[in-house]
């Protein structure tokens, strides 16, 4: 007997999406009092029953039939603990996404919330993190983008397969094609729970090592607006990884960096594995202490509710103490920022002198601030002014040069700081600040003259914007006064002692 065929075509994509985010349960709604009595690590006890149901699924569900798939359950530590497709796959009858299967109540979609029988502590640390809040993107300029001037199909088999489809069921309990299959951190699964454990464990072996390798993050984060994996690979760490991967110990049981690998450190090794001091984490946002993604970078401080769910506050809003009652719940721990990045300095002193650690994240910082002070605050400023003075509309995106904005600072902008973040000097420099300049000098300031000359029929307004915003700004003394004798001098000068004299012309 094969398994279910195809599934039926679901209702209103959009709407369906919207009100399913709408009515999610919120990502700490997990099953924690579900765990097993027994740790994750031991053989599963299970009834005689359960035990018949497994073992007809594999009957089915074997070497021959699904050889893929069996394989690599065979091959796996849930194989090796007991743990089987029923296991997993089972439902109690009358539950949103349960349907009858051969005498069984089963569903398709494995959520947290199954996983959370046997490892809840995880789960709960998932459940709060930015991973489970990634389908939160439905809200989001860059959904915008997709949805409205891209479409729907664009969004689902590009964005949403990273950041996670709202899983909508059919009338008989299967999810619809147009959301399902998806493996997005932030899935929005019918049970109420966020995410996919199988994101990051690529099922049916559910491996740590493959978890820890950074090509499993590189799924997700690489491309235009957050090249990590790329910026992973030019750096050092990259390099050493991809040359030393034959000690990595990727299949270490506890995987302690400085105890069971030194060679390098992988996506994994500093937002969530274990050191000499912490705990693993699948709480991924941990160890963050600056926000890279908006158009202008904040520090973040965490504060954690009794609900187990979690929200950054950036630095200089107050902050409240423990015990305080803050969105309908008491807050139960507070991370400063400074707090999250002496966790993630407590990973780099494994490998690197405290000195080191402290230059990395003075220039890291330096970058960020030169970004956000010479380009983004500015930008930002002019842009507000012209929409205030009615200059531009307050709609998104119909205007050229609201699309320059959104790629100086979603694309490029990103780009720099994360290059600085994860020591990939290109991404920094060529791909990052270079490529913000430029755009900023060539194309979005000619496009502010143009948008008040439309209005006023002259520049003077953009003028005046300049000369408020940018050019008390040092850096752009070159902009508006030429480079200088001095600079261009000390640069004719390095080109004749290297290629001879003359060789600037």
Same mark, same amino acid.
């Given at each position: 007997?094969?398994?279910?065929?195809?599934?039926?075509?679901?209702?209103?994509?959009?709407?369906?999406?919207?009100?399913?985010?709408?009515?999610?349960?919120?990502?700490?709604?997990?099953?924690?009092?579900?765990?097993?009595?027994? #740790?994750?690590?031991?053989?599963?006890?299970?009834?005689?029953?359960?035990?018949?149901?497994?073992? &007809?699924?594999?009957?089915?569900?074997?070497?021959?039939?699904?050889?893929?798939?069996?394989?690599?359950?065979?091959?796996?530590?849930?194989?090796?603990?007991?743990?089987?497709?029923?296991?997993?796959?089972?439902?109690?009858?009358?539950?949103?996404?349960?349907?009858?299967?051969?005498?069984?109540?089963?569903?398709?979609?494995?959520?947290?919330?199954?996983?959370?029988?046997?490892?809840?502590?995880?789960?709960?640390?998932?459940?709060?993190?930015?991973?489970?809040?990634?389908?939160?993107?439905?809200?989001?300029?860059?959904?915008?983008?997709?949805?409205?001037?891209?479409?729907?199909?664009?969004?689902?088999?590009?964005?949403?397969?990273?950041?996670?489809?709202?899983?909508?069921?059919?009338?008989?309990?299967?999810?619809?094609?147009?959301?399902?299959?998806?493996?997005?951190?932030?899935?929005?699964?019918?049970?109420?729970?966020?995410?996919?454990?199988?994101?990051?464990?690529?099922?049916?072996?559910?491996?740590?090592?493959?978890?820890?390798?950074?090509?499993?993050?590189?799924?997700?984060?690489?491309?235009?607006?957050?090249?990590?994996?790329?910026?992973?690979?030019?750096? &050092?760490?990259?390099?050493?990884?991809?040359?030393?991967?034959?000690?990595?110990?990727?299949?270490?049981?506890?995987?302690?960096?400085?105890?069971?690998?030194?060679?390098?450190?992988?996506?994994?090794?500093?937002?969530?594995?274990?050191?000499?001091?912490?705990?693993?984490?699948?709480?991924?946002?941990?160890?963050?202490?600056?926000?890279?993604?908006?158009?202008?970078?904040?520090?973040?401080?965490?504060?954690?509710?009794?609900?187990?769910?979690?929200?950054?506050?950036?630095?200089?809003?107050?902050?409240?103490?423990?015990?305080?009652?803050?969105? #309908?719940?008491?807050?139960?721990?507070?991370?400063?920022?400074?707090?999250?990045?002496?966790?993630?300095?407590?990973?780099?002193?494994?490998?690197?002198?405290?000195?080191?650690?402290?230059?990395?994240?003075?220039?890291?910082?330096?970058?960020?601030?030169?970004?956000?002070?010479?380009?983004?605050?500015?930008?930002?400023?002019?842009?507000?002014?012209?929409?205030?003075?009615?200059?531009?509309?307050?709609?998104?995106?119909?205007?050229?040069?609201?699309?320059?904005?959104?790629?100086?600072?979603?694309?490029?902008?990103?780009?720099?700081?994360?290059?600085?973040?994860?020591?990939?000097?290109?991404?920094?420099?060529?791909?990052?600040?270079?490529?913000?300049?430029?755009?900023?000098?060539?194309?979005?300031?000619?496009?502010? &003259?143009?948008?008040?000359?439309?209005?006023?029929?002259?520049?003077?307004?953009?003028?005046?914007?300049?000369?408020?915003?940018? &050019?008390?700004?040092?850096?752009?003394?070159?902009?508006?006064?030429?480079?200088?004798?001095?600079?261009?001098?000390?640069?004719?000068?390095?080109?004749?002692?290297?290629?001879?004299?003359?060789?600037?012309?």
């Amino acid at each position: 007997m094969r398994r279910i065929g195809r599934f039926a075509a679901p209702m209103g994509w959009a709407i369906a999406c919207l009100l399913s985010l709408s009515l999610a349960v919120p990502a700490f709604a997990v099953n924690q009092t579900a765990a097993k009595k027994v #740790g994750a690590d031991q053989m599963i006890k299970k009834s005689a029953a359960d035990a018949a149901i497994g073992k &007809k699924c594999i009957s089915c569900h074997g070497a021959e039939d699904d050889p893929g798939i069996y394989g690599e359950w065979k091959k796996s530590s849930h194989a090796a603990k007991n743990v089987d497709c029923y296991d997993c796959h089972k439902a109690k009858q009358g539950e949103k996404a349960a349907f009858a299967h051969h005498g069984a109540s089963i569903q398709v979609i494995v959520t947290p919330n199954t996983c959370a029988n046997c490892h809840a502590a995880e789960v709960a640390q998932q459940q709060r993190s930015h991973h489970a809040k990634a389908g939160n993107i439905l809200a989001s300029l860059d959904n915008l983008l997709g949805e409205v001037i891209g479409g729907p199909a664009a969004v689902n088999a590009g964005c949403l397969q990273c950041h996670g489809s709202t899983v909508v069921l059919d009338d008989k309990g299967r999810p619809t094609p147009q959301t399902w299959p998806n493996t997005g951190i932030g899935r929005i699964n019918p049970d109420g729970s966020l995410g996919s454990c199988s994101a990051c464990h690529a099922r049916h072996s559910f491996s740590s090592a493959q978890a820890r390798t950074p090509d499993t993050c590189g799924k997700c984060h690489l491309g235009p607006d957050h090249p990590q994996l790329e910026i992973y690979n030019e750096s &050092k760490h990259g390099i050493l990884y991809r040359a030393k991967i034959k000690e990595m110990n990727l299949d270490s049981k506890k995987w302690v960096v400085g105890a069971d690998y030194t060679a390098a450190p992988t996506c994994a090794t500093c937002h969530m594995s274990a050191t000499r001091e912490q705990k693993v984490t699948h709480d991924v946002g941990e160890r963050i202490s600056w926000t890279l993604r908006p158009a202008i970078s904040t520090k973040l401080n965490m504060i954690r509710l009794s609900t187990g769910d979690e929200f950054d506050q950036p630095e200089g809003q107050p902050l409240p103490k423990v015990g305080d009652e803050v969105k #309908g719940a008491k807050v139960t721990e507070i991370l400063t920022w400074t707090q999250r990045r002496d966790k993630m300095k407590d990973v780099c002193v494994a490998c690197h002198s405290a000195n080191t650690v402290a230059g990395q994240y003075k220039q890291f910082d330096d970058l960020v601030e030169l970004y956000n002070d010479k380009y983004a605050k500015p930008i930002a400023a002019v842009m507000k002014e012209l929409e205030d003075k009615g200059y531009l509309t307050h709609q998104p995106m119909d205007a050229k040069i609201k699309w320059t904005w959104f790629e100086i600072w979603h694309h490029e902008g990103r780009r720099a700081r994360h290059g600085a973040a994860m020591n990939g000097p290109d991404y920094t420099w060529w791909h990052g600040i270079y490529e913000v300049s430029q755009h900023t000098y060539f194309k979005w300031i000619p496009e502010l &003259k143009e948008v008040v000359r439309q209005k006023d029929g002259n520049e003077d307004f953009a003028n005046a914007l300049l000369d408020k915003h940018f &050019k008390p700004i040092a850096g752009h003394d070159w902009f508006f006064n030429g480079m200088g004798k001095d600079a261009i001098e000390k640069v004719r000068k390095g080109y004749d002692e290297r290629y001879g004299k003359g060789a600037l012309k």
